[in-house]
């Protein structure tokens, strides 16, 4: 067995991989760079699943890494009538939902121009049936226009963020806002994924 240790730093080497008959097994629960999830976002991404009330209220979830490089945490929260609120606040709100193209237009406008972020996203959509259907997708989001650092770190650190969210379809990587194409086109691409 041939052992080789990935030093990300000069101050801290973090996983051992161990090579066996072509197969690598990384040890250890966190991500390659050390961070880890939050339990904030795996109870909000359970709220974003399952609803609450019987209710799904949440259409999109931002993520980022918390300012001491430590954990992922949860940004903000959007409901399914545009409504941000803080990560602990939960409001089910009387005002009306907005249409789920208005929210995809509003998540791309709202993607921030020079720093990374993880996003879940509860896209809804109609299939070729005609019925509607949505899917969790996650997103990752590190534009060109950010620093080196941050697009190292958010790479490194998705699987720990992905391993705890259960129950993703979907996930797509993005540095430009003109990835993500329009809600037909997004949704098409769903349409034809498992």
């Known amino acids: 067995m041939n052992c ?9 080497s973090l996983a051992v991989v161990a090579k066996k008959a ?26 974003q699943k399952l609803g609450t009330k019987n209710k799904k209220w949440i259409t999109w ?9 430590k954990l992922i945490e949860v940004e903000y929260i959007v409901t399914k009538s ?9 409001k089910l709100d009387d005002r009306e939902e907005m249409a789920p193209r208005e929210l ?11 720093d ?11 299939n070729e049936s005609g019925f509607q259907r949505e899917k969790l997708c996650f997103i990752t989001w590190a534009p060109d226009t950010a620093d080196i650092k941050s697009k190292m770190l958010i790479a490194s650190s998705k699987d720990s ?15 430009d806002v003109d ?16």
């Open 4 to 12: 080789v240790r990935l030093t990300v730093s000069k101050k801290s």
């Open 22 to 47: 072509n197969k690598q097994t990384i040890w250890g629960q966190m991500a390659l760079s050390g961070v880890k999830a939050d339990q904030a976002c795996i109870e909000v991404f359970s709220k």
């Open 61 to 69: 979830v931002s993520y980022k890494i918390s300012d001491n490089g």
């Open 82 to 90: 545009g409504r941000r609120l803080a990560p602990k606040e939960e």
């Open 104 to 114: 995809w237009d509003m998540f791309r406008a709202r993607l921030p121009a020079n």
């Open 116 to 126: 990374c972020r993880y996003y879940t996203y509860d896209f809804s959509f109609i």
């Open 161 to 175: 963020l992905k391993k705890a969210l259960v129950g993703i379809s979907q996930e797509v990587q993005v540095s």
């Open 179 to 194: 990835e993500l194409e329009n809600y037909e086109q997004f949704g098409n691409k769903l349409m034809h994924t498992k």
